[in-house]
């Protein structure tokens, strides 16, 4: 089983940007389909964006789209997720998770889909 590692959280100001990164263990990031997810304290566990095997294909929550960008760079092994105009209501923690390339087809952003979870990273959107 694939382990995966984010990093990359922290306090930013309302508009302000910031980049996490997730990277996987014992096996290579280019075998499967990557997600980020969120979760803030008594609320599930929510899906904020995906990207493809081969990175061709991405899609993201409408709660963050045209503001984060997830993409990934499989010769360093490593997947992002680029947040910018940061609001308060992004506070969350952020997981990123793994897939199997051919389990999911759809929207593909339910946690119940994806096999390995990262042990999160915090980041807090406040002035």
Do not use: H
Request: charged share 15%.
């Amino acid at each position: 089983q694939v382990q995966v590692v984010e990093s990359g959280g922290g306090l930013v100001g309302p508009g302000g940007s910031l980049t996490l990164s997730c990277t996987t263990i014992g096996l290579p990031l280019d075998g499967y389909a990557m997600g980020w997810f969120r979760q803030v304290p008594g609320q599930g566990r929510e899906g904020v964006s995906w990207v493809s095997q081969s990175g061709r294909r991405t899609y993201y929550d409408d709660s963050v789209k045209g503001r984060f960008t997830i993409s990934r760079d499989d010769a360093k092994n490593t997947l992002y997720l680029q947040m910018n105009s940061l609001k308060p209501e992004d506070t969350a923690m952020y997981y990123c998770a793994a897939r199997s390339p051919r389990s999911c087809y759809g929207i593909c952003l339910s946690p119940g889909q994806y096999n390995s979870w990262g042990q999160g990273t915090q980041v807090t959107v406040s002035s």
